[in-house]
């Protein structure tokens, strides 16, 4: 591996330099929030949305990705907020040819082009910490190589010191979440997204945990190609999400299949979420099959918290309170009274209400296709009423999947039946071989058991 540039490391310099950048975006929009307080004017202003997107997007950073989770998460952030930095997650601007080839000669060496038979000039896609291109390989194989952008060490350290200040606008605007633990999972997610080798080891983990599901593929990566920030691995052909919306049911169901499967199987079975699942992390394939392609967001649970998932489902069910508010309290919640737990059983309500139903249904009846955003506003005026609540950190991630894949099977129509997937995955569930089967895997892999 090449000696990494003074231009990658997390330097005091480039720090100062980032924090210039984003102090202008985020005071910018404390501004904005003062001047909307002092005269009244909507901070839910199209143009000034669009503005921070475009501001955002220009930094190619983390605060970007931050812009990318909250979008996904129901009425976290004004509507209009929400419909420009949704645009975040496929059109980010890519760097030019000449950017590239510094950056690659950094990772691979000076002769990095001799290592491959062809190398695309444009980026096939870019984002918020990296760009993918397409290459072929001296074997003849094709690969996705992803190249992070320079000096987002710096970037990190900068962007979540700012976003400290992002959260403290926000809880001035509204109190009903306190977005406290959610910085913390943010801050701890971002810094893991930056290290290539680990996305790789998650990689090799997931193909192994979905080997046995026909309907699921993931790359393999290219070690002899790839570093700490450059992530060569196999390309996988397929079309976006958005591209096969209309095609039959029956296909649209297979999709829908496949994407709960390859979510739920290894989180049920194995404790492990993939907490990002925008539109630009999976494709479609012509059979209905979907490939995975991004790895960098990955949580682990202990087993007791998946065991919360499955009690809070059955406390709904069977009109256990006592139940829910064990659920909640293993979760992490603190000092949740009735009211507050009444509230959240609402939200609960909505995402678990498609399992508890044994019949083919479409998960969203109503409401088009921004999932949740009803009864979200309902939940977050309910919570500021009655003092607001803090989300422990491990419920983040794990909301905003099950949200993002709500989108994803609203996006659909599917019409499946919920219930028996989900009774699937976890009729016959036990914490201690769920501990058990952690054990046994994800070492292999490097991946750190739950603390």
């Known amino acids: 591996m090449a000696e990494r540039t003074r231009s990658e490391r997390n330097t005091l310099t480039g720090r100062v330099k980032r924090y210039a950048k984003v102090g202008a975006a985020v005071g910018g929009l404390a501004t904005r929030f003062a001047g909307s307080q002092i005269l009244g004017v909507p901070w839910t202003d199209t143009k000034r949305a669009s503005e921070l997107k475009q501001a955002l997007g220009g930094l190619k950073g983390p605060l970007m990705k931050v812009a990318q989770m909250t979008a996904t998460i129901p009425d976290m952030l004004p509507t209009e907020y929400v419909q420009e930095l949704g645009q975040l997650q496929t059109n980010a601007p890519s760097m030019g040819w000449p950017f590239v080839k510094r950056r690659m000669a950094a990772e691979l060496g000076p002769k990095w082009q001799e290592k491959f038979a062809s190398f695309e000039h444009t980026a096939a896609a870019a984002a918020s910490l990296g760009q993918v291109h397409r290459a072929t390989g001296r074997d003849g194989r094709t690969f996705a190589c992803k190249l992070q952008y320079p000096d987002m060490g710096s970037a990190v350290e900068a962007d979540l010191q700012q976003l400290k200040l992002v959260f403290a606008i926000y809880k001035r605007y509204d109190r009903a979440i306190d977005p406290s633990e959610i910085h913390a999972e943010l801050l701890d997610r971002l810094r893991e997204e ?5 996305e790789a080891r998650h990689m090799a983990a997931y193909e192994s945990l979905l080997k046995k599901e026909s309907g699921v593929h ?24 958005m591209r096969v919306v209309d095609r039959p049911l029956a296909f649209r169901n297979k999709v829908a299949y496949n994407m709960f499967r390859a979510w739920y199987v290894p989180f049920y079975g194995y404790g492990v979420i993939h907490g990002d699942p925008h539109l630009g992390n999976y494709t479609v394939r012509d059979d209905g099959s979907i490939n995975l392609l ?10 007791s918290f998946i065991r919360a998932v499955i009690d809070l489902y059955r406390a709904l069910r069977d009109g256990d309170e006592e139940l829910a508010v064990h659920a909640y309290e293993t979760w992490g919640f603190e000092n949740i009274g009735r009211e507050t737990i009444g509230i959240l059983n609402q939200w609960a309500m909505f995402l678990y209400g498609p399992l508890l139903k044994d019949r083919a249904q479409e998960i969203q009846e109503t409401g088009g296709t ?23 950190r491990e419920f983040v991630l794990m909301d905003r999947a ?5 989108s994803v099977f609203t996006h659909l129509r599917a019409k499946v039946n919920w219930h028996r997937l989900f009774h699937d995955l976890i009729d016959g569930f036990e914490e201690g071989a769920l501990a058990r089967r952690q054990k046994r895997v994800l070492p292999r892999f490097r991946i750190p058991l739950p603390g």
């Open 194 to 198: 930056l290290d290539y080798e680990r």
């Open 294 to 303: 991004d790895f960098g967001c990955i949580r682990v649970f202990k087993p």
């Open 370 to 392: 921004a999932y949740g955003a009803t009864v979200a506003a309902k939940v977050h005026g309910a919570l500021r009423k009655a003092g607001g609540v803090r989300p422990p």
């Open 218 to 241: 993931v790359p393999d990566a290219v070690a002899p190609l790839s570093t700490k920030r450059l992530l060569t691995m196999t390309w996988l052909e397929g079309e976006r999400l």
């Open 402 to 406: 099950a949200i993002g894949l709500g």
